[in-house]
């Protein structure tokens, strides 16, 4: 069980929130509740480390839940914060974002939407608490690392000088930039049936166990179903030569494991470089190489925001995400897939491209390939079935349901000219 503190200065809200977490939501304990900022804040200072979750509203008496946001990022505490609000200003959540808010919540309160975000944090939770990946989360220190590395795995620093100037402020060693390290991305390739044979424990301990080494620390960056992204760091000591034997020493034995458990594991990508600041250099590059869509990418945002975003924060993970869409939206993509090769977790992707889009992920790819079939329809020969196919739809009929709906008429009728 987790444990929650709720804060909103509406009574009838926090009696409402703490019901539905007693009667829905069981595997979170309800705390305390708050009805403003400072009493929160003070709370925190001598409990934080029982308290799991805050679920806090933007605005409060006197203050607002952004610097109880802020107060957690700042302390280091261990706790993960999930705001509401009834305002739909992109000003408080681009704010929220910068204090590592996990997600969002609008009012009135979506409670589909609340099982969603508690559910996937619940699972997230309990990873953090069981894995045992390395001896890093023991360490004082690690939560702040951990934080700098996902950074510098998107490519989020401007230049070596910013990394130097982020890792004082974490009062983190500036020497821990200059460690050679690696982006890793493992998939185990079987099918379901397997892996719910030997399960999800023994992969686990298979790779607990290998990636528990005395010259490299495994740091974690993304899971889902049988799918990992992790960054190694060469520890303080071992230089660029026992780094790489290492690390193909570990990727071996990983996979002799997995054998020896009947399954397979494929490495989807290694990339080594001799420092973290070269790893965020590439990350950049890697962005660069895609350029030349950016200003069509920014252009079909605005275009489709309901609300006009503010421009800083069309950054280059949704630019990126709506590249990789264009590319596969012929394919059965999924909003997993597409936070998964930008690098972000999936809540975070499905709030920060609503409102970056003004429209859900599910939405978005809809709108696009329906724009795809009626210029398909108008502008070739295809027949509806080839259409269907073409703009990712192997069944006719379901395509020919979802068109109607969102065109007004069946795809046989617009391609004749209708409306």
Known sequence: MFNIVIVDDERIIRMGLRAYFQEDLKSYFVLEDFDNAEDTIAYLKQNHEKVDVVLADICLPRDNGIEVAKQIFENQW???????????????????????????????????????????????????????????????????????????????YADKTQMEKQLKQLQLSPELMM?????????????????????????????????????????????????????????????????????????KALETEFVQLGLSLKLLKTEVFDDLSIMNENAQQMTAEQSDMKDNMEAMLKESASEKADDKLLDRHIIKALEYIKVNYKNDISIGEVSRYVALSPGYFSRAFKLCTGKSFTDYLLDLRMDKAKSLLKMTALNVSEVSREVGYHDVNYFIRLFKKRVGCTPSKYKKGGE
């Not at 309160?109 to 023991?138: M, P, Q």
């Not at 044979?197 to 992969?203: L, P, R, T």
């Not at 298979?206 to 179903?225: G, Q, R």
């Open 179 to 251: 460690l050679p390290c690696a982006r890793l991305s493992l998939e185990c390739t079987d099918s379901v049936e397997n892996v719910q044979k030997y399960g999800k424990g023994s992969m686990d301990n298979v790779l607990s166990n290998c990636l528990l080494n005395p010259y490299i620390d495994f740091y974690p960056m993304y899971e889902n179903d049988g799918y990992r992204e992790m960054i190694a760091v060469s520890k303080q000591g071992a230089g660029d030569v026992v780094f790489d034997k290492m690390l193909a020493t570990v990727l």
């Open 78 to 156: 261990n706790i993960v914060v999930i705001l509401i609000s009834g305002h739909k200003e992109f000003a408080y959540v681009k704010q929220a974002f910068k204090y590592n808010v996990y997600n969002y919540l609008e009012k009135p309160i979506n409670f589909e939407e609340l099982d969603e975000i508690f559910g996937k944090l619940e699972e997230e939770l309990k990873w953090k608490k069981h894995r045992t990946f390395s001896a890093w989360e023991k360490e004082e220190n690690a939560l702040r690392f951990i934080g700098f590395l996902t950074a510098a795995y998107t490519g989020l």
